[in-house]
């Protein structure tokens, strides 16, 4: 009697120490496995920060031929080449934001975009929130009248409906007509703005006179002033501080210049208008 209890306690002592050994083995594998998936997971995350660190994420407004518009369903225009040149000779891949011109500093500032370039005109105001590279090209803010117009000029604004594009220079610079009693509207866009005028609900469009052309080639009964109310140099915007893509981006612009590329791509749309 004792024998058979005996070989019982030794079965159960066997049988309990076989399920340990399962249980540890069990353990270890799950270990590895998860320890083998975390491994997985790090490397995934090094990969997409890497893919990440080469994207060069550009803030526009594709409102604003022949600068930046759309094509289909292609965002084209001499800001876009410019911006592909300078992510080409930087090793990356330009990604294109395609949001409201007065969201595109806000935008740099928040780090969701790497560059503003929309036909951005380097002012005091907005020096206060982002950086400017070197200038890459002139442009001049005109006057759009209907044919019949009685302006003549930038003095003929004043007491009058003046139509601009939000967040533009051509904003900035009618605002100051306001002090002689003219009504600023502004429009999302130049194309709003022109139609606008057209309908008679303003008396002139202020706007760059590069878009100001194709509006005028596209619409007919109005023309450009002869006298521009200003001339002005754009660049591209940086978020404040960010030295170091800021002087990447100026030898990009520089060796551009240089090697005649970046005057190419301006020729490719403005000789044509």
């Known amino acids: ?100 011109f007065d969201s595109i500093i806000p935008e740099l500032e928040s780090g969701k975009a790497d560059i503003g370039v929309a036909g951005m005109t380097v002012d005091e105001d907005r020096l206060k929130n982002v950086d400017f590279t070197e200038p890459y090209t002139t442009a001049s803010q005109v006057i759009i009248v209907k044919e019949d117009s009685d302006i003549a000029g930038p003095d003929d604004l004043k007491g009058k409906y003046i139509g601009v594009q939000l967040g533009t220079t051509g904003d900035i610079y009618a605002s100051d007509y306001e002090a002689d009693g003219s009504t600023i509207e502004r429009y999302n866009n130049g194309f709003e703005a022109v139609q606008a005028m057209q309908q008679g609900k303003i008396d002139a469009v202020v706007i760059d006179n590069e878009p100001a052309k194709v509006f005028v080639s596209q619409n007919e009964g109005i023309k450009i002033l002869d006298e521009a109310l200003t001339v002005e140099e754009y660049a591209i915007a940086i978020k404040k501080g960010n030295t170091e893509l800021l002087d990447k981006i100026n030898k990009a612009l520089a060796e551009l210049k240089e090697s005649g590329e970046l005057q190419a791509i301006i020729d490719k749309y403005i000789s044509a208008e």
């Open 1 to 100: 009697m004792k024998k058979q209890v005996i070989a019982l306690l030794m079965a159960a002592v066997m049988v309990g120490s076989m399920a340990a050994c399962g249980s540890d083995g069990a353990e270890t594998t799950t270990a590895a496995a998860d320890t083998a998936t975390t491994a997985a997971e790090a490397e995934e995350g090094k990969e997409e920060a890497a893919a990440g660190d080469n994207v060069l994420v550009m803030a526009t407004n594709a409102e604003f031929p022949p600068y930046e518009y759309h094509d289909g369903g292609d965002i084209v225009g001499i800001d876009v080449e410019v911006a592909e040149a300078i992510a080409k000779k930087l090793g990356m891949t330009l990604e294109i934001e395609d949001i409201a």
